[in-house]
């Protein structure tokens, strides 16, 4: 691959723990999709990698834990193009994305607040406003008899 897969900032997955496998793939191709390998399916050994540091490792392990194979592969496929080498890149960009958003910190939590006085005001204004727009629409009011 030209481009090392990158999980975020300088760690990177070295191209020896990645397992590439062939296939002949489905869709647009004419005869020639029936001659040539090119659906590609990555495989990654998450639990077993050296590349992640155990925090990275442990968060990405709890939050793809639905999406594992046995526990500790990620598989990716990719068959929407014609050429293995550019399904082989979409395969390995879907791989890094896929870790990039499992290893991103958690969201900062939310500090719980107030509104303010006014804020409070003009919304039971508006909602008193409201109601008298809806009560004046009643049958008793002078509006329309149907």
């Known amino acids: 691959m030209p481009e090392p897969i990158r999980v975020r900032g300088?760690?990177?997955?070295?191209?020896?723990?990645?397992?590439?496998?062939f296939s002949r793939s489905s869709g647009p191709g004419g005869q020639h999709v029936n001659t040539s390998d090119s659906q590609v399916e990555l495989r990654w050994d998450l639990a077993a990698s050296e590349a992640l540091p155990p925090v990275l490792k442990d968060r990405?392990?709890?939050?793809?834990?639905?999406?594992?194979?046995?526990?500790?592969?990620?598989?990716?496929?990719?068959?929407?193009?014609?050429?293995?080498?550019?399904?082989?890149?979409?395969?390995?960009?879907?791989?890094?994305?896929?870790?990039?958003?499992?290893?991103?910190?958690?969201?900062?939590?939310?500090r719980a607040t107030r509104p303010s006085r006014g804020m409070v005001?003009?919304?039971?204004?508006?909602?008193?406003?409201?109601?008298?727009?809806?009560?004046?629409?009643?049958?008793?009011?002078?509006g329309w008899d149907g």
């Open 60 to 110: 990405a392990l709890a939050r793809l834990a639905g999406r594992l194979l046995d526990g500790r592969f990620i598989v990716v496929r990719a068959s929407e193009h014609r050429s293995q080498w550019r399904n082989r890149e979409a395969a390995a960009a879907r791989l890094g994305a896929l870790l990039a958003q499992a290893t991103a910190p958690p969201p900062k939590a939310r």
């Open 10 to 21: 300088s760690v990177v997955i070295p191209d020896a723990e990645l397992q590439w496998r």
């Open 121 to 142: 005001e003009r919304r039971l204004e508006n909602k008193r406003r409201r109601s008298e727009l809806k009560r004046g629409r009643g049958r008793g009011a002078g």
